[in-house]
Nanobody, 124 residues
Framework: QVQLVESGGGLVQAGDSLRVSCAAS????????MGWFRQGPGKDREFVAA????????YYADFVKGRFTISGDNTKKLMSLQMNSLKPEDTAVYYC?????????????????WGQGTQVTVSS
Protein backbone atom coordinates (compact mmCIF):
# COMPACT_ATOMS: atom_id res chain seq x y z
CA GLN A 1 0.00 0.00 0.00
CA VAL A 2 0.96 3.60 -0.57
CA GLN A 3 -0.10 6.44 1.68
CA LEU A 4 -0.43 9.99 0.37
CA VAL A 5 -0.73 13.10 2.49
CA GLU A 6 -1.42 16.51 1.00
CA SER A 7 -0.55 19.83 2.61
CA GLY A 8 -0.47 23.52 1.78
CA GLY A 9 -4.04 24.37 0.88
CA GLY A 10 -5.69 27.54 2.08
CA LEU A 11 -7.59 30.71 1.30
CA VAL A 12 -6.04 33.22 -1.10
CA GLN A 13 -7.18 36.08 -3.29
CA ALA A 14 -7.43 36.05 -7.05
CA GLY A 15 -4.01 36.57 -8.61
CA ASP A 16 -2.16 35.11 -5.62
CA SER A 17 0.07 32.05 -5.58
CA LEU A 18 -0.12 28.90 -3.51
CA ARG A 19 1.90 25.71 -3.30
CA VAL A 20 0.42 22.35 -2.39
CA SER A 21 2.54 19.33 -1.64
CA CYS A 22 2.07 15.60 -1.37
CA ALA A 23 4.22 13.22 0.65
CA ALA A 24 4.18 9.57 -0.35
CA SER A 25 5.09 6.71 1.96
CA UNK A 26 4.78 2.95 2.09
CA UNK A 27 5.47 0.85 -0.99
CA UNK A 28 6.27 3.82 -3.19
CA UNK A 29 8.65 1.72 -5.30
CA UNK A 30 5.58 0.11 -6.84
CA UNK A 31 4.48 3.43 -8.36
CA UNK A 32 5.73 5.02 -11.56
CA UNK A 33 4.17 8.44 -11.36
CA MET A 34 1.89 10.79 -9.54
CA GLY A 35 -0.71 13.35 -10.36
CA TRP A 36 -2.96 16.09 -9.07
CA PHE A 37 -6.70 16.18 -9.51
CA ARG A 38 -9.24 18.63 -8.22
CA GLN A 39 -12.93 18.60 -7.46
CA GLY A 40 -14.89 21.82 -7.29
CA PRO A 41 -18.31 22.20 -5.67
CA GLY A 42 -20.86 20.15 -7.58
CA LYS A 43 -18.31 19.05 -10.16
CA ASP A 44 -16.58 15.83 -11.10
CA ARG A 45 -13.00 15.23 -10.13
CA GLU A 46 -10.76 16.46 -12.94
CA PHE A 47 -7.16 16.05 -13.98
CA VAL A 48 -4.79 18.93 -13.25
CA ALA A 49 -1.21 17.72 -13.75
CA ALA A 50 0.98 14.63 -13.58
CA UNK A 51 4.62 13.66 -13.57
CA UNK A 52 6.58 10.45 -13.84
CA UNK A 53 9.03 9.69 -11.06
CA UNK A 54 11.73 9.13 -13.69
CA UNK A 55 11.62 12.82 -14.49
CA UNK A 56 10.21 12.86 -18.00
CA UNK A 57 8.15 15.84 -19.08
CA UNK A 58 5.15 16.84 -17.00
CA TYR A 59 1.57 16.76 -18.20
CA TYR A 60 -0.98 19.52 -17.66
CA ALA A 61 -4.63 20.18 -18.22
CA ASP A 62 -5.15 22.97 -20.71
CA PHE A 63 -6.77 25.23 -18.14
CA VAL A 64 -3.61 25.36 -15.97
CA LYS A 65 -0.90 25.56 -18.60
CA GLY A 66 1.37 28.51 -17.94
CA ARG A 67 0.00 29.01 -14.42
CA PHE A 68 0.69 25.77 -12.56
CA THR A 69 3.96 23.84 -12.31
CA ILE A 70 4.26 20.28 -11.05
CA SER A 71 7.50 18.95 -9.61
CA GLY A 72 8.59 15.70 -8.05
CA ASP A 73 11.47 14.51 -5.92
CA ASN A 74 11.95 10.79 -6.47
CA THR A 75 14.38 10.47 -3.58
CA LYS A 76 12.11 12.11 -1.02
CA LYS A 77 8.91 10.86 -2.68
CA LEU A 78 7.53 14.35 -2.50
CA MET A 79 5.43 16.01 -5.17
CA SER A 80 4.41 19.64 -5.34
CA LEU A 81 2.12 21.84 -7.37
CA GLN A 82 3.02 25.50 -7.61
CA MET A 83 -0.08 27.48 -8.52
CA ASN A 84 0.28 31.04 -9.77
CA SER A 85 -2.25 33.59 -10.99
CA LEU A 86 -5.02 31.78 -9.17
CA LYS A 87 -8.60 32.38 -10.22
CA PRO A 88 -11.85 31.89 -8.31
CA GLU A 89 -12.65 28.98 -10.64
CA ASP A 90 -9.56 27.20 -9.27
CA THR A 91 -11.42 26.78 -5.98
CA ALA A 92 -11.58 23.06 -5.27
CA VAL A 93 -10.32 20.24 -3.13
CA TYR A 94 -6.99 19.21 -4.60
CA TYR A 95 -6.13 15.52 -4.48
CA CYS A 96 -2.80 13.81 -4.84
CA UNK A 97 -2.79 10.43 -6.58
CA UNK A 98 -0.24 7.75 -7.38
CA UNK A 99 -0.21 5.33 -10.29
CA UNK A 100 1.48 1.95 -10.51
CA UNK A 101 1.53 1.68 -14.29
CA UNK A 102 1.31 5.35 -15.34
CA UNK A 103 0.23 4.18 -18.79
CA UNK A 104 -2.80 6.43 -18.60
CA UNK A 105 -2.71 9.69 -16.70
CA UNK A 106 -5.79 11.79 -17.38
CA UNK A 107 -8.50 9.68 -15.78
CA UNK A 108 -9.33 9.01 -12.15
CA UNK A 109 -9.30 5.32 -13.08
CA UNK A 110 -5.62 5.53 -14.04
CA UNK A 111 -4.57 6.01 -10.41
CA UNK A 112 -4.35 3.42 -7.66
CA UNK A 113 -3.84 5.46 -4.52
CA TRP A 114 -5.35 8.74 -3.33
CA GLY A 115 -4.79 11.25 -0.61
CA GLN A 116 -7.55 12.83 1.46
CA GLY A 117 -7.35 16.15 -0.34
CA THR A 118 -6.56 19.72 0.63
CA GLN A 119 -8.94 22.65 0.18
CA VAL A 120 -7.89 25.56 -2.00
CA THR A 121 -10.20 28.55 -1.98
CA VAL A 122 -9.63 31.58 -4.20
CA SER A 123 -11.69 34.66 -3.45
CA SER A 124 -12.47 37.30 -6.04
Amino acid sequence: QVQLVESGGGLVQAGDSLRVSCAASGRTSTTNGMGWFRQGPGKDREFVAAIRWSGSRPYYADFVKGRFTISGDNTKKLMSLQMNSLKPEDTAVYYCAASRSFTGIYSVKDYDYWGQGTQVTVSS
